[in-house]
């Protein structure tokens, strides 16, 4: 399984970015897909996750800003960042975990910062 995201840059506060993250070595279609987060000095948080059926979740931090979704034809999973913060400031990662072995995946990460 590979992972790799993209679109991570720098943006003002209030403006908008959108990751994405192509996976290989898979059948995507059956996995659950997230983004997590982490921030210097803090642990990685889980911000969102999306089900192979579609459902997703969110971090309260980020619900009503932030947006998971997939296409399954593509193999690739996007979170598309609305009104971002300072406190979004973060690498993030893209993650997944093999349905029955219950081994975990990793992207290198893409660094977002919002800052003025």
């Known amino acids: 399984v590979q992972l790799v995201e993209s679109g991570g840059g720098w943006v003002q506060p209030g403006g908008s970015l959108k990751l994405s993250c192509a996976a290989s070595?898979?059948?995507?279609?059956?996995?659950?897909m997230a983004w997590y987060r982490q921030a210097p000095g803090k642990q990685r948080e889980l911000v969102a996750s999306?089900?192979?059926?579609?459902?997703?979740n969110y971090a309260d931090s980020v619900k009503g800003r932030f947006t998971i979704s997939r296409d399954n034809a593509k193999n690739t999973v996007s979170l598309q960042m609305n009104s971002l913060k300072p406190e979004d400031t973060a690498v993030y990662y893209c993650?997944?975990?093999?349905?029955?072995?219950?081994?975990?995946?990793w992207g290198q990460g893409t660094q977002v910062t919002v800052s003025s």
């Open positions: 999306i089900r192979s059926g579609g459902t997703t």
């Open positions: 993650n997944t975990v093999h349905p029955a072995n219950y081994n975990n995946y």
């Open positions: 070595g898979m059948i995507f279609s059956i996995y659950t």
